[in-house]
């Protein structure tokens, strides 16, 4: 007993992989705006912080502990992104409680796997994803395997409230149960523990964080229509075709990939418990993911863990020299097919500055390429013939993971940090992050111009983003509206691009932001691979507000007019008076 409690190099190691998960996904939670998704999850804890909201969405405990930090901590995107990045940081507690099942080694390679994933870290800086549901679902289910029914039943109650997704990683842990059950040609049965003590724990859970401690008893309900929530999911389709999440699967996690594949053979030859079942794991999370009509890329999240699992119990046995290799032979063959392999990378980035049109120039490029990549195959041949075939295997595998592994963390640091390239990431549920930031800061300098402070400015918003909303929840004086009145008057409007020569004739100017950003192509690949790859260069197409302010707003601009002198002469029917200055504008 004494032994288990010594802190060792091996916990300090774990230690660190939790510290790089956290790091990753707690850094700059800010740098990138919600998206709509987010940003639809994130209004709804704000209202509720605000005392607004009597009902919310089937994910109660985002929107009331969100909403608990809105109020005392004031909102912002940080705190609305709290939560998921906890929980994606916690996910990687989970290999620590596995050691004993997976060996020790395969545990830390698991941890740091999915401390750097870039999916599981993409996922985790998004409000309103999966990310809670999987944390609390496979910590719990661990907590249970452990012999800690009270923890499990905290933690499976904490994944009842995270929404919708939990029903989707009941559905594929109970399939990847029964499938082994069949395998083994025995009944399906539950680990054995005190199933009692934790449903006493797991509905105490269930009634104090679903209500805020009974302070909303709103909570209960939300957490009751995630169910049907999920179902309703069977028939509503999004859209993204299938073939593009096994696209973003080799794109993001071509190291873990690579080695799962390695590892899934080796449970196919030599199955034990804990591979098979990571192996039926990986299977049933991607099937379901495909078969959803409302598929996201974020639904391969419940495939990257058991992916990076069946992925460390080979690293070891197929990246460990052999007592009669030489060792210093392996490093050198790796080092040399790391020299090919950068120079490739960097001949076909060339080609992304070179017109489509230019076929000559790109048919050169790649040939160069191949060419390289030839002498890297003809260099291990070489290798194999005057050492050892064995010795030249390991050293181009050696090579190959590690640039596959700095690929993957290249793709890491591009979908979760980089703003520039949101637009082409593929992590996004719904619509990427545009410039509703931007528009909101245009907003808040006409504000400032004409008041002297950023908030205080009339401003109507005719528009269904949730994105602007959200950056625009701090002005008290604003308006929603289904349409734009020919009667308009307020200094500042925010429009959907349909009301542009309405708002011309009134006198307003205006600008246009692209809010919020899709993929542009239909099939799985985009059109230039790879620009995509090496530079998430892909088409995209916007969704546009504009933001308007009245003529007299802008610096040279007319005096306020009255408002029938504004009017063009067919703004209004004939003989209908305008309304009186500064009335409201009919919905």
Do not use: C, K
């Amino acid at each position: 007993m004494s032994a288990n409690r010594t802190f060792t190099f091996e916990h300090a190691l774990h230690l660190l992989a939790f510290g790089l998960a956290l790091a990753l996904r707690l850094g700059a939670l800010d740098a990138i705006p919600l998206a709509e998704n987010e940003a639809h999850w994130a209004l709804q804890a704000h209202r509720l912080a605000d005392g607004q909201a009597a009902e919310f969405g089937p994910q109660p405990l985002y929107v009331i502990l969100t909403g608990f930090l809105f109020r005392w901590l004031g909102s912002g995107d940080q705190l609305a992104r709290l939560l998921p990045a906890l929980a994606g940081a916690a996910l990687v507690a989970a290999p620590f409680l596995w050691r004993e099942r997976l060996g020790r080694i395969p545990a830390l390679a698991l941890a740091f796997g999915l401390a750097l994933d870039p999916g599981l870290v993409a996922v985790s800086r998004q409000a309103g994803g999966p990310m809670p549901a999987l944390a609390f679902l496979t910590l719990g289910f661990s907590a249970w395997l452990l012999n800690a029914p009270a923890v499990a039943g905290v933690l499976l109650a904490l994944g009842l409230l995270s929404g919708p997704a939990l029903w989707h990683g009941l559905v594929v842990l109970l399939l990847a149960a029964l499938a082994d059950a069949a395998l083994r040609r025995q009944p399906l049965r539950l680990p054995v523990g005190d199933l009692r003590r934790a449903a006493l724990f797991g509905g105490g859970t269930l009634l104090l964080a679903g209500t805020l401690f009974l302070q909303v008893p709103a909570g209960l309900g939300a957490f009751g229509a995630s169910l049907p929530a999920y179902f309703l999911g069977w028939v509503t389709p999004s859209g993204v075709p299938a073939g593009r999440l096994f696209f973003a699967l080799a794109a993001y996690q071509p190291f873990a990939l690579l080695f799962g594949v390695i590892g899934l053979a080796r449970a196919v030859r030599q199955p034990a418990a804990h591979s098979r079942f990571l192996g039926w794991w990986l299977l049933a999370a991607l099937a379901l993911a495909l078969l959803s009509p409302a598929r996201q890329a974020a639904d391969l999240v419940w495939a990257l863990v058991p992916l990076w699992g069946l992925a460390a119990g080979a690293l070891a046995p197929a990246l460990r020299p052999g007592p009669e290799e030489d060792r210093q032979v392996v490093w050198l063959e790796a080092a040399l097919l790391l020299v090919f392999f950068t120079y490739i990378w960097f001949s076909l980035a060339s080609l992304g500055f070179i017109s489509p049109e230019n076929l000559e120039e790109i048919r050169r490029g790649l040939s160069l390429s191949i060419v390289v990549l030839a002498l890297a195959v003809i260099s291990t041949l070489l290798v194999g013939i005057g050492w050892s075939f064995a010795e030249a295997g390991r050293g181009a595998l050696w090579g190959v993971s590690l640039f596959l592994l700095f690929f993957t963390i290249s793709g890491l640091f591009s979908a979760a940090f980089r703003r520039e390239t949101t637009a082409a990431e593929l992590w996004w549920s719904g619509p990427a992050p545009g410039l509703a930031d931007l528009a909101a800061a245009t907003v808040g300098d006409l504000s400032e111009f004409r008041l002297g402070e950023r908030t205080s400015l009339d401003v109507t918003v005719q528009t269904g983003s949730d994105a602007v909303a959200w950056e625009l929840r701090d002005m008290p004086n604003l308006v929603f509206a289904s349409q734009v009145s020919a009667a308009e008057s307020r200094p500042a409007l925010v429009t959907d691009p349909a009301a542009i020569d309405l708002l011309t004739a009134l006198g307003y100017r205006g600008q246009s932001f692209a809010v919020g950003w899709q993929p542009a192509w239909e099939g799985a690949l985009p059109p230039n691979l790879i620009s995509w790859l090496l530079f998430r260069q892909a088409p995209a197409v916007s969704t546009t507000v504009l933001v308007w302010g009245r003529a007299d707003l802008f610096p040279g601009g007319i005096p306020d007019q009255p408002l029938e002198e504004r009017l063009p002469d067919d703004a209004l029917p004939e003989g209908e008076a305008p309304p009186e200055e500064g009335a409201p504008a009919e919905p």
